[in-house]
C-alpha cells in the first residue's frame, strides 16, 4: 500500500525566540483544524481524514475523521528503507549487565514475526490482547505487532498481582496473554508465569498464553494453552500492516480514580499517535543521533508513549533498562548514562530523591558530559529536588524538562518546549502549555482564579491525544472527566498560575495518592485490605514521605474473631499476593472503630488529620466522637512504639 508523508520528523519548529512559541501557540487555539490539518503529517497515512475533528457528540471528541493508518508502519516499517535500518531501535540492559541492540530492521523483522504468530493464533482485527512482560524488547515487539494486525492490547505492569492482573484481563476481554517465565528485581525472580497462571483461576476469557524464556525459570506449560515465544516466532515473514482508522482503539491502560475499581482508558490510533510525538519533539528537541533513556516502566502511560511510541515513529535510539536504579551499585544509573552516552534522561521526582540521598559523590564518580536535557514525570518536584538534578546530575548546563500530564491526556499537556523555544526554568513549575492546550485554573466557588490563586486544573478545549472512553463505561468517562464544570476536561490536579504565566501543579484534589510516582486510588487500597476477609473495615490516606512523595497508611477494624497477634503482617502479605507490592500499605493502624457519618462513609480526612496532628475540620457529620479518640489512642501508641 501507498503511504503519504509531506514532512520528515526532524523538520523542527526551533526558534529561540519567545515570539514563536507565542504565536504557534496562538494558532493552535484559535484555529485547532488548521493546526492539526498541518502537523498530523509527523505520521504517514494511507488515507487522509475528511475532518480534522468532529465535536458533534461532545465530549466523546473524535479526530482526523475517517483518516487511515497503522501505527506499527510508522514506528518501524517507514525506518527500514531509509538510513535510519541499521540504527538501534532500543538498547535493553539490565541490572545483570547483559545487554541485547535491536535495530529498526531487526525489530520490523520480530514485530512481523510476532504479528503472524499472534496470527496463527486466531487473534485478528477488533480483538484485544493482554502483555504481561518485564521491561525486555519483547514488550514493544507485542504492542507494535498486535497494532499491525489491528488488534489493541492492555499491558499490565508487572508488579501487580493476579487478582490485579485478572480484573484487567476481564474487563478488557482479552482472548491472549503474552508473558515471561519471569523478570529480573533486585537480585531476585518474580515468577510471571507462576502470577499468570494464578490470574487466570479467575477469568475465563484467556484461550492462549505466550510465554517468553527470559530468566530461565521452570514452569508450569498448560498444553493447548500455552506455548513458548520462541517456538512460535523467528520465522523470516511480512504481514501487511492493517489500515486502522483513525479512532480505532490502539490501547487500554487501567488506572487508578476515585472509586474502586480501576478505570481502563482507551486510546485511539490518529490522534494519540500525532500527540506523542509531536509533543516529545516540542518538549525534548530530541536530535537524530541522540541516545534518549525514559526511565519509566513500559506498564504506565509514561512507558506506552514515550519509551514504545513517540521515539519510534520520530525513529530515536532509546535505553530500555530492566532494574532498579541503585542495584546492584548505588550508581548502577550513572554507569549506564557513561557507558551508553545518554543523552537525554527523563524519570521520577521520586527517583532523584532516592538517588539525592545517596549522595553527590556517586554521579561525580561519573562522566555525565554526554547529558544534554533532563526531564521529570508523574509527580510535583519540590525545588531542592530539581536543583540537585541540574546541578549534580546537569552540571548546571542541562535545562530541565518538567512535563506535567496524565494516562487520559496521551502525552504531555504543560511543560518546557526546547523544541520550540527556550523560555527560562522555574524549579518547581512546569512553565506553559503545549500547541493546543488551553488549561484554565476555576476556584472551588466556581469562578476563575486569578493569578496566583490555587483552584482545581481544567482544560477547555479537546486535543488529539485526549482518551476516547473509559471502557464498557461511557458514562463514566463523562461524569468523571466532563461534569464538574460542564464541557470542561477536569484533571483531579490543583494548579496556581503566576504572574509570568507559568503553571504550578500542586498535586491531586481528589482520593488520588501518588506513591512513587504510581498512581493509586485510596478505595483501591481499601478494596485490597477488604477482600482478604481479614478486617470489616478499612480507611486510607496518603502521609507525606521524603522520598516517594506519599506513603500508604491504613486503619483497620478486624472482623469478629479474628487473631490481632500479626494482624498487619498477615494484611501486607494477602495483599502483596493477590494486588502486587505497590498496593500494600507502608503502616496498617488496627483499631475498633473508624470515624464515619452517620450514613455510613468511611471520614478519611478526619483519620488523616488526627494522624497528621492537623484540626479535623467540620465533625458535625461524625457518628461516633468515641471513634476520634480511638484513632488518636491508636497514633499514640504507634509513635511511643517508634521511638522505643
Ligand atoms: C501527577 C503520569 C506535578 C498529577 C504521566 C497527575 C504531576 C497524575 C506531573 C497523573 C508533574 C504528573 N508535576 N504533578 N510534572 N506529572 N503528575 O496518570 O497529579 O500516572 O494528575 O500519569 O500525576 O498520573 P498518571
Not at 512513587?516 to 478499612?538: M, N, W
Not at 488526627?610 to 465533625?619: A, T
Request: glycine share 8%; proline share 5%.
Amino acid at each position: 500500500m501507498e503511504e503519504m508523508s509531506n514532512s520528515l520528523p526532524f523538520d523542527s519548529l526551533h526558534n529561540p525566540s519567545i515570539e514563536r512559541y507565542r504565536q504557534i501557540y496562538k494558532e493552535s487555539i484559535e484555529n485547532p483544524e488548521k493546526f492539526w490539518d498541518e502537523h498530523a503529517w509527523i505520521l504517514n497515512w494511507y488515507k487522509k481524514w475528511d475532518k480534522v475533528l468532529d465535536d458533534s457528540n461532545a465530549p466523546f471528541y473524535r479526530w482526523f475523521i475517517n483518516g487511515k493508518l497503522n501505527i506499527s508502519y510508522n514506528a518501524v516499517d517507514r525506518h527500514v528503507n531509509n538510513f535510519r535500518r541499521n540504527k538501534a531501535a532500543f538498547i535493553y540492559t539490565n541490572e545483570r549487565g547483559e545487554e541485547k541492540i535491536v535495530t529498526y530492521h531487526g525489530l520490523y523483522k520480530r514485530v512481523n514475526s510476532f504479528a503472524q504468530a499472534l496470527k496463527d493464533m486466531g487473534i485478528k482485527k477488533g480483538d484485544t490482547i493482554a502483555i504481561y512482560l518485564p521491561m525486555i524488547i519483547e514488550a514493544p515487539v507485542a504492542m507494535l505487532a498486535a497494532a499491525r494486525i489491528g488488534a489493541a492490547f492492555t499491558l499490565v505492569f508487572s508488579g501487580f498481582g493476579a487478582e490485579a492482573l485478572a480484573e484487567r484481563i476481564n474487563d478488557s476481554g482479552a482472548k491472549l496473554i503474552v508473558t515471561a517465565d519471569g523478570g529480573y528485581r533486585r537480585g531476585k525472580i518474580i515468577q510471571l508465569k507462576e502470577i499468570v497462571d494464578k490470574a487466570l483461576e479467575y477469568t475465563s476469557n484467556v484461550e492462549t498464553v505466550i510465554v517468553v524464556k527470559h530468566t530461565n525459570t521452570d514452569v508450569n506449560m498448560v498444553e493447548g494453552r500455552d506455548y513458548w515465544y520462541h517456538h512460535i516466532t523467528g520465522e523470516n515473514i511480512y504481514v501487511e500492516p492493517e489500515p486502522m482508522d483513525s479512532n480505532d482503539p490502539l490501547f487500554i491502560l487501567y488506572t487508578s480514580g476515585t472509586t474502586g475499581k480501576p478505570k481502563g482508558i482507551v486510546h485511539s490510533t490518529g490522534g494519540y499517535a500525532v500527540w506523542v510525538s509531536s509533543t516529545l519533539k516540542w518538549a525534548f528537541d530530541p536530535q537524530e543521533t541522540d541516545r534518549w533513556w525514559c526511565a519509566a516502566d513500559i506498564g504506565w502511560i509514561t512507558g506506552h508513549s514515550y519509551i514504545v511510541f513517540a521515539p519510534l515513529i520520530l525513529g530515536l535510539t532509546s535505553i530500555l533498562y530492566e532494574g532498579s536504579f541503585d542495584y546492584p551499585f548505588p550508581d548502577q544509573i550513572w554507569r549506564i548514562i557513561e557507558l551508553y552516552g545518554v543523552n537525554i534522561l527523563y524519570t521520577s521526582p521520586t527517583a532523584i530523591r532516592m538517588l539525592m540521598k545517596y549522595g553527590d559523590i556517586y554521579p561525580k564518580k561519573h562522566d555525565l558530559s554526554s547529558l544534554r536535557i533532563l526531564g521529570t514525570v508523574g509527580e510535583p518536584i519540590n525545588p531542592a529536588a530539581w536543583e540537585w538534578y541540574y546541578k549534580n546530575v546537569g552540571n548546571s548546563r542541562c535545562p530541565i524538562v518538567d512535563t506535567y500530564w496524565q494516562t487520559e491526556t496521551g502525552g504531555f499537556i504543560i511543560s518546557p518546549q526546547l523544541g520550540i523555544a527556550n523560555w527560562p526554568l522555574k524549579p518547581g513549575s512546569a512553565t506553559y502549555p503545549h500547541p493546543g492546550i488551553e488549561p484554565v485554573i476555576i476556584k472551588e466557588n466556581g469562578e476563575i482564579a486569578k493569578v496566583g490563586e490555587k483552584g482545581y486544573l481544567f482544560i477547555k478545549k479537546p486535543w488529539p491525544g485526549l482518551m476516547l472512553t473509559v471502557n464498557k463505561d461511557p458514562n463514566r468517562y463523562v461524569s468523571t472527566y466532563f461534569s464538574k464544570v460542564k464541557g470542561y476536561y477536569f484533571t483531579g490536579d490543583y494548579a496556581i498560575m503566576d504572574n509570568d504565566g507559568y503553571f504550578w501543579l500542586l498535586g491531586r484534589a481528589d482520593e488520588v495518592l501518588k506513591v512513587s510516582g504510581h498512581r493509586i486510588g485510596t478505595i483501591e487500597v481499601e478494596d485490597a485490605l477488604l477482600s482478604t476477609e481479614l478486617v470489616s473495615e478499612a480507611g486510607v490516606f496518603g502521609k507525606p514521605h521524603q522520598v516517594k512523595g506519599e506513603s500508604i497508611v491504613a486503619f483497620v477494624v478486624p472482623k469478629s474473631g479474628i487473631q490481632r497477634e500479626g494482624l498487619e503482617e498477615r494484611l501486607k502479605q494477602m495483599v502483596r499476593e493477590k494486588f502486587g507490592p505497590i498496593i500494600v500499605p507502608d503502616e496498617i493502624h488496627v483499631v475498633e472503630m473508624l470515624p464515619k457519618t452517620r450514613s455510613g462513609k468511611i471520614m478519611r480526612r478526619v483519620i488523616k488529620a488526627v494522624y497528621l496532628d492537623q484540626l479535623p475540620g467540620d465533625l458535625t457529620t461524625l457518628e461516633s466522637e468515641a471513634s476520634v479518640s480511638e484513632i488518636r489512642d491508636a497514633v499514640e501508641k504507634f509513635r511511643n512504639e517508634i521511638k522505643q
